[in-house]
């Protein structure tokens, strides 16, 4: 046990320190000799885990992905609304998603697959839509929507990056979202829709909070 939790905190390190190297140089800049001295680690530990540039780069991807559950809403548009501000907060405060977003556009990684990002995202906005069917607008195609918000979130969030270092994502997002939403949700959910900016770090304490109440329980029963 105690082994596999010292790997398990051993390929973190590793993929921490690989993000911050991405995110700072870009995948082609990037070396695995600057990704191990940032991590501290041996070679030996970097290859049991990850077999290449390649792979770290996969994982660094990979962990961008929600991992706090947004709560249950009444109104699914919502949600929606909720996942879209949390992964914003998240880019604001977390270098691995940063990283992750870095790779996910950089054009200069010809040799890395970065579709699954936009596919996943893409995925997970779709299925939340079809949950919110009877929110939408007769004319909604919810697979055009997802891809529309998915894709409207990449450049938005790109255009925050390279003008403020994502200082002002919340609000630009909020901005994307007031645009989008009234043209594929009913006027009636609208109405009674969050979109302010501060939404994803609202939401972000919220998620934070429930995804902790187990282990909180766990440690007080003990």
């Not at 870009?26 to 077999?51: C, M, P």
């Not at 880019?91 to 040799?111: I, K, Y």
């Not at 607008?137 to 255009?159: I, Y």
């Not at 934070?208 to 003990?222: D, F, I, K, N, Y």
């Amino acid at each position: 046990m105690v082994k596999q939790d010292r790997a398990v905190r051993t390929r973190q390190a590793i993929l921490a320190a690989a993000a911050k190297v991405f995110e700072d140089r870009g995948y082609q800049a990037a070396t695995i000799t600057e990704i191990l001295a940032t991590a501290n680690v041996t070679k030996g530990a970097l290859y049991f885990h990850f077999e290449s540039k390649e792979h770290l780069a996969q994982g660094v991807l990979a962990e961008q992905d929600q991992r706090l559950v947004v709560p249950a809403r009444h109104s699914k548009v919502q949600e929606v609304v909720d996942t879209v501000a949390l992964h914003a907060h998240r880019l604001q405060t977390d270098p691995m998603v940063r990283a992750g977003v870095r790779l996910s556009l950089d054009q200069q990684a010809t040799e890395l697959d970065r579709s699954g990002p936009f596919l996943r995202w893409s995925e997970i906005v779709l299925g939340l839509l079809e949950e919110a069917r009877g929110e939408l607008l007769p004319h909604v195609v919810p697979s055009e929507t997802a891809d529309v918000l998915v894709g409207s979130f990449a450049g938005v969030q790109a255009m925050s990056q390279i003008i403020s270092g994502y200082q002002d994502l919340d609000r630009r997002v909020s901005q994307l979202l007031r645009h989008i939403l009234p043209n594929v949700v009913l006027a009636s959910v609208l109405a009674t829709v969050d979109l302010s900016a501060g939404r994803g770090a609202a939401v972000y304490e919220e998620a934070s909070r429930a995804a902790t109440a187990p282990e909180r329980a766990v440690l007080t029963a003990g």
